[in-house]
Every structure is written in C-alpha cells, then in structure tokens.
C-alpha cells in the first residue's frame, strides 16, 4: 500500500485524477478497511491539506471537522454535527467525508438539503456546483467523478432564522440514525422539512412544507396533519435498524417537534 | 515509509509499513502497551489517545497519518512517578474492575478537561459517550473525573460516595 500527503490542492487533485483513494478523518474508510471490504492500494491523505478546510457562513472546506462546526456551524448543523459518533469520531471525521460517503443516514445530510445547499465538486479542470438533490443520486451514490474532490459545501448567505435538528436512534450516543430530521421557518412562514434514513437520499417533505408555510399559528389539528403529511411523504425501507413502519411514525413525530420549536423561538 | 512524530514529548522516526494502524505502532513498534485494543473498528474506545492534543481513535489512523504529530498516550502522563489527576481520580474513585476500559477512559477525560475546567456530569457522560466499559457501569468513571476536574481547580475533592452513604444510614 501507498499514502501520499498531498502539500496543496492541485497535488492532492492529481492524485485522485491518477486513481488514488482520497482518506479525510477516516471514520467511514477505515472502519471498512480494518473489516476487510475495503482494500486501497493507493490512499490521498487529506487530513493536513489547509486548502479545503476554509470556512465562512456560506462555505464549509470538505476538509473541516465535526468537532469545529459543532462550535462554529450555522445552528442545525451544529446540533447534528454534536451527535456525530463521540468526541474522537468529531475530532478525525469531516463533513466531506459526510457527504463523500452518501449514507442514508449521514446526519449533515439533512440540513443540505433543508436550505439547498450545494456540494463543490473540484478536479483538474475547474469546479462545479451541484445542488444537493442533483449530487445525490441514491443509496451511496453521488453525482461525483471518479477524478474529483468534494471541495466545499456552498450555503446561502440568508439561511432562515429558525433551524432546528434531532435524530432519532436505539441509545443515546454514537448511534446510527434511525430517523433525522431538519426543520426550517422564516419570519413570513416559509417552513423547510428534510429528512434522513428514510429513502435513499436526504429528502424533503414538499407537502407538508407547502401546507405549513400558509400557517401563521397553526392549531393542535393542524400540526397533527402535518406530522401525517410528513410520514405519508418518507419512502424508508424494513432494515438492521428499524422497520418501515416505525420510521414513518417516528419521522412524523420527529418533524413536528422540531416544527414546535420553531415556532416557540418565533414567539419567544 | 519514514515518519517523525512525537510520542510523549520524545522525538521518534521509524520506518513503518503503510497499512499500519496507529494503535499497532504504538503497541508493537513502540512498546507502549498502555494503549488497548477492543475492537478495532472505532467503536470502544479503548485505543483513544491524543494526536495533537485532540482525543481520536489510533484503530482509525493509518501510523503514517501521524507524521508530523504530536501523540499523548496514557504512559505520558504522570509527570516523574507522580500520577496526573486523572489517573489519580480512577485510583482514589475506584473508576476501574477490569481496567480493559481504563487508558481510553482516561485519554478522554484528559481530553475534556483540557477544554472545560468544571464540566457537569452530563458533559463528563458525553465526553466518554465514544468509550465502552463492560465493568463499572460508569458511575465511578464520572466521580474519578469529578475528582480530577476539582484536584485540576486546585480545589478538594467531593468526599467519595461510599463516605456519603454511610453519613446517611
Ligand atoms: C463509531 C462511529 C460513529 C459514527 N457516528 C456517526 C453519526 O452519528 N452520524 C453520522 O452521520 N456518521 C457517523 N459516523 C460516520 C462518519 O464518522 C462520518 O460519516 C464522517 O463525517 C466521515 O468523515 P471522514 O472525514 O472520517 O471520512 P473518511 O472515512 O475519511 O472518508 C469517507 C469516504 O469519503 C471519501 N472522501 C473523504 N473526503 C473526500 C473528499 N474531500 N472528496 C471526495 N471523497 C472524499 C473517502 O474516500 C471515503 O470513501 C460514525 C463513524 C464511526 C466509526
Ligand atoms: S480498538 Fe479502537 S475503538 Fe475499539
Ligand atoms: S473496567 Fe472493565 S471494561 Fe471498564
């Protein structure tokens, strides 16, 4: 086996460009090469390379660790980024490989898609964005080359005012999501609902969004049909971590806590 | 392929094979035996210690990942025979049965108390959510890292539980 460590992007972009396995924090990769899945021959280590590890509020380095956005990160993210694994998974693991990986269940996946933010793609010839619901494409797929670099995560420059985030899995801590969920409202209503391990990508509950963005103060029953909204709107499958009935309920529930939050800070 | 890294504030370089972990070189190569194994794949935390003063997992890193750092394991800290607090805290709390647990435990305490000086024991409990421990049941774990937390204030340490409980019966 090989590991290089690239001093600057273009290094670390030729690598891949030449078939190199690019290795961030480690905690998706390593785990599969210590089972034995995976075998690189040839690794790109990213963890020292400054130049994507850049961060501003609408632009996050693929390079950048949980355990900074957990502090510094735009409020949902940071709730989500502090579930992440434990405190040695958030000091390797990276948002890049977050997204890199494509998990259902990743749990930074949600809030890209919650405010539309789009994924940096760089190679040798230059980079592109792509919105999130362009980039991934299903169950650890994504829309990216085999010679490009996950460089950034773009975000809006008016994120709305109220995000909130929470997961749902069978303990406490360093627990694979079984359902999570990222709730956004603006002051004149507009609500975003986006969701984890509950169809092949992150997704959004377009109707439910649609029928509470109308609601200023909405009633008991009201948000009772929006919770059903969003469970008849999730396609999650029966799996090792939870079945598909349970999801349903469980992403119902979820969305309508964080919707309640929401609105108890608007009022607040 | 040639590293330099510093362990326990000594220089060393070594010539290691790529696919080697961490946790191996600092085993095998190194001597340092203080650092266990449990499971090898991130999830025990028993092979917690600091590289760059940040707890990560060494069952997760490639050895050659480490040039250049600087690791702290659990042999690194007591300071010429005197035990660090936390140590010190595991041994006066009974923060230990087997000990299998015991340095990862004690990596991440370090790690926690490195940032915050009197952590709550929620905080105490998420900053060892990435350690398992089959033995304790915890308890003693957060009272060790009370101790150490208030020993680091330069303050006394809460009297031990067991002192409590016989002041009430
Ligand atoms: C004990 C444990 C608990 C965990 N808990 C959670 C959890 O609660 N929630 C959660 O979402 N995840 C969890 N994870 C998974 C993992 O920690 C995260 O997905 C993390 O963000 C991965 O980042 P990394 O930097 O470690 O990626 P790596 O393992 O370094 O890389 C992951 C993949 O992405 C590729 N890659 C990395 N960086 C780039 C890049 N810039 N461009 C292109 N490809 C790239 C790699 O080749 C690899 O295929 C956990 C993992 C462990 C071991
Ligand atoms: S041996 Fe590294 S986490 Fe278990
Ligand atoms: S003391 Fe035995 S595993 Fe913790």
């Known amino acids: 086996m090989e590991v290089i460590h690239p001093r600057n992007l273009e290094e670390a972009l030729a690598a891949v460009a030449d078939g190199m396995t690019p290795l961030a924090?480690?905690?998706?990769?390593?785990?599969?090469?210590?089972?034995?899945?995976?075998?690189?021959?040839?690794v790109v280590a990213l963890r020292r390379l400054a130049d994507i590890a850049d961060f501003s509020p609408t632009r996050i380095g693929a390079g950048v660790r949980w355990r900074r956005i957990e502090k510094e990160g735009p409020r949902a993210l940071a709730q989500a980024a502090r579930t992440v694994g434990s405190p040695q998974i958030r000091n390797a693991g990276t948002i890049g490989g977050n997204v890199a990986t494509a998990s259902p269940a990743g749990d930074g996946l949600p809030f890209l898609a919650a405010v539309d933010a789009s994924i940096e793609l760089t190679s040798g010839s230059g980079s592109r964005l792509l919105r999130w619901d362009e980039y991934f494409v299903g169950v650890k797929q994504t829309a990216r080359r085999s010679d490009e670099l996950v460089t950034a995560i773009v975000l809006a420059d008016d994120l709305p005012e109220r995000q909130e985030f929470a997961k749902v899995g069978v303990r406490n801590a360093m627990v694979i999501s079984t359902v999570c969920c990222v709730v956004t409202r603006r002051e004149d209503g507009a609500t975003t609902v986006a969701l984890g391990s509950v169809a092949p990508t992150p997704m959004r509950a377009r109707r439910a969004e649609e029928m509470i963005s109308s609601e200023r103060s909405p009633s008991e029953a009201t948000l009772a049909e929006f919770a059903r909204l969003v469970?008849?709107?999730?396609?999650?499958?029966t799996d090792h971590r939870s079945t598909e009935e349970y999801r349903r309920h469980a992403a119902g529930v979820l969305a309508r806590r964080l919707l309640e939050r929401c609105l108890r800070r608007e009022a607040a | 392929?040639?590293?330099?890294?510093?362990?326990?504030?000594?220089?060393?370089?070594?010539?290691?094979?790529?696919?080697?972990?961490?946790?191996?070189?600092?085993?095998?190569?190194?001597?340092?035996t203080g650092t266990h194994?449990?499971?090898?794949?991130?999830?025990?935390?028993?092979?917690?210690?600091?590289?760059?003063?940040?707890?990560?997992?060494?069952?997760?890193?490639?050895?050659?990942?480490?040039?250049g750092a600087s690791i702290t394991t659990v042999e690194g800290l007591a300071d010429n025979g005197q035990l660090?607090?936390?140590?010190?805290?595991?041994?006066?709390r009974h923060g230990l049965q087997c000990g299998y647990c015991t340095p990862g435990m004690i990596m991440s305490a370090v790690g926690l108390l490195q940032e915050k000086q009197s952590p709550s024991e929620d905080e105490i409990r998420h900053a060892i959510e990435g350690n398992l421990c089959r033995c304790t049941g915890y308890h003693n774990i957060v009272r060790a890292i009370e101790y150490a937390a208030a020993k680091m204030r330069g303050e006394e340490p809460p009297p031990p539980d067991w002192e409590e409980e016989e002041v009430s019966v």
């Open chain 1, 231 to 237: 469970s008849e709107e999730v396609a999650p499958i």
């Open chain 2, 37 to 67: 194994i449990g499971c090898e794949t991130s999830y025990c935390g028993a092979c917690t210690v600091l590289v760059d003063g940040k707890t990560v997992k060494s069952c997760t890193m490639f050895a050659v990942q480490a040039d």
């Open chain 1, 25 to 42: 924090g480690g905690t998706d990769l390593m785990v599969e090469v210590n089972y034995g899945q995976k075998r690189p021959e040839r």
């Open chain 2, 1 to 32: 392929m040639k590293i330099s890294l510093t362990i326990n504030g000594r220089e060393v370089s070594a010539d290691v094979e790529p696919r080697t972990l961490l946790v191996h070189f600092l085993r095998e190569d190194q001597g340092l």
């Open chain 2, 84 to 92: 660090h607090p936390v140590q010190e805290g595991f041994w006066e």
